[in-house]
Structures are given as C-alpha cells and as structure tokens.
C-alpha cells in the first residue's frame, strides 16, 4: 500500500504561483510513477504531469507544458507541482497518483490517490 498526502493548495491571483505537496509513505517507491491530476467542478480527472521515481523522468500534457514543473525529492519522499503564471481555468481539486509501473495518462490506471488539494485563482 502507498499513502499519499497533498498540501499547499490555497486561494491566490491569476499570474502567482503555487507549489504543491504530496507526501508518499509504505512502499519504496523506486519502480513507481507518480503523478499529478486535476478535476474542475463538473469536469473529469484531468492529467497534468508524471515523474518515474527511480529516474526523475517527466512527461507532461500541454496545459501543464511550460508553467508547470513536476519534481520529487526522493529522500523526503515528497512529490511536488510548481506552478506558476496560474489562470482561473486552473482552479480545480488537485491529485497525486502512483502506479507500479511506468508513466500513464489515464487516471483509470492508478492505483493509489491523495485526497486532494484545492487550488482557487482569482482574476
């Protein structure tokens, strides 16, 4: 089992900046992919970006290219979103996710999810 935690969403103005947290705990996470997903009142669970944990490799989808950076820091066991020049389309309950395998874009093929962390951008 992994556990996963997600912080340091909030309320902040169109053009800041946030960065998110996801503590990960239980299971060593070396052949796991972690990700970032995201959902918007009415919306599906969107994918962001995803980060090999072993590697540090990165895939991204468009929205997320370019404003915002998947990282880990693997002694800390800790998953991270920054991002910035955020928009009020980017309000939305942000997710952590992990699978055992290699990165994936459908939320359907992770095993394990945070609770969620709300991010809200004012215009």
């Known amino acids: 089992q992994v556990q996963l935690v997600e912080s340091g969403g909030g309320l902040v103005q169109a053009g800041g900046s946030l960065r998110l947290s996801c503590a990960a705990s239980g299971r060593t996470l070396s052949n796991y992919a972690l990700a970032w997903f995201r959902q918007a009142p009415g919306k599906g669970r969107e994918f962001i970006a995803a980060?090999?944990?072993?590697?540090?490799?990165?895939y991204y989808k468009n929205s997320g290219k370019g404003r915002f950076t998947i990282s880990r820091d693997n002694a800390e066991n800790t998953l991270y979103l920054q991002m910035n020049s955020l928009r009020p389309e980017d309000t939305a309950v942000y997710y952590c996710?992990?699978?055992?395998?290699?990165?994936?874009?459908?939320?359907?093929?992770?095993?394990?999810w945070g609770q969620g962390t709300q991010v809200t951008v004012s215009s």
């Open positions: 996710a992990a699978r055992a395998e290699g990165i994936s874009t459908p939320s359907w093929t992770y095993e394990y």
């Open positions: 980060i090999t944990w072993s590697r540090g490799s990165t």
